[in-house]
């Protein structure tokens, strides 16, 4: 078996694949292999895939399963190396990417998951993000995203989660913690994993010379209806399923004001969809709470290290100096 497995899932994303895939086959790193899980693309997106000198496995799904479903298909029937690399179709990595998340998995045997540097594939001078944030709201945010790029951002440090486009996890405890919440489909899973594997008691790093150049939203549309749906639905549900008991009581009004001021300010806007996304989170509240007690029960860390990675104070996104 290889060391790595990578998987990619895909959807319509046509020229982003096979480019994402080329990038791949230049790894310095040599030891994995690429397993590709299409959700049923209606595009030319698997016509004329690039030669891999690195093993390629296909795996087509039958309907579109989303990134929570997709992954999910490959981590339970196909991927059986020790470690698992997500990367979105629009995520371009550079030749040592795969070698530098390796080499930090060697010397930072304290952390069990990784981020990288993503820059914005349009412009490789500013950042599409450096790790998630996740504030004690429920609001969470890739740090330093289109900020400036430089030297603020070369420090490796810990990070409350990774952007799943571009990822490093142990494939064991993925699958420990229950791999993604296909009821996400899109949007947050990332970070409701991130969640619960820091609930298991694992921590993330930030690798800043392990580099992908990223689109962003390049497949499904930046701020379109459907990424805000999915992203305020999944909101509510992940704070609801995650948050420990007595951070969850203490910031519950904070969460609520989120939720209030997101209404107004989307119905302000004219984006009525906002009004979908939180409907729907209502309505799926009674299975999120059964989820909720799964998690909690099996939660291995207090509440005070929980609230150690959480970013307190006024829920805003700064660019560092």
């Known amino acids: 078996m290889p060391l790595v497995d990578v998987v990619i899932v895909n959807y319509n994303g046509g020229a982003y694949l096979r480019r994402a895939i080329t990038a791949l086959q230049a790894q310095t790193f040599r030891d994995f292999r690429i397993i590709v899980v299409d959700n049923a693309s209606t595009d030319d997106s698997l016509e004329a895939l690039p030669d891999a000198p690195v093993p390629l496995e296909l795996v087509r799904a039958s309907t579109n399963l989303g990134f929570a479903g997709g992954n999910n298909l490959a981590i339970r029937d196909r991927v059986a190396a020790e470690w698992l690399a997500l990367l979105n179709p629009d995520a371009f990595p550079r030749p040592d990417w795969l070698e530098r998340f390796l080499a930090a998995t060697e010397r930072h045997r304290e952390f069990a998951f990784f981020g990288c540097r993503m820059v914005d594939a349009a412009d490789p001078t500013r950042l ?92 499904v549309g930046f701020r379109s209806d459907f990424a805000r749906y999915h992203a305020h639905r999944n909101l509510v549900w992940a704070y609801v399923k995650n948050m420990p008991g007595a951070l969850f009581w203490l910031y519950l009004p904070y969460h609520l004001a989120l939720n209030a001021a997101s209404l107004a300010l989307f119905t302000l806007q004219g984006r009525w969809v906002i009004w979908r996304a939180k409907r729907d989170a209502l309505l799926g509240l009674a299975a999120c709470w059964r989820k909720r007690r799964s998690v909690q029960r099996a939660r291995r860390v207090p509440a005070a290290a929980v609230r150690a990675v959480l970013r307190g104070g006024l829920p805003r996104r700064a660019c560092r100096a």
């Open 128 to 219: 599409d993000g450096v790790g998630d944030v996740y504030h004690v709201s429920g609001m969470h945010w890739r740090d330093g995203h289109g900020c400036a790029d430089g030297p603020a951002y070369d420090a490796p440090e810990e990070i409350f989660g990774p952007c799943a486009a571009a990822a490093l996890y142990r494939t064991a405890d993925v699958r420990r913690v229950g791999a993604f919440d296909e009821d996400f489909f899109c949007y947050a899973e990332d970070v409701d994993l991130a969640f619960r594997l820091r609930l298991d008691g694992l921590r993330c790093r930030y690798v800043p010379d392990a580099v992908v150049e990223h689109m962003g939203s390049g497949i």
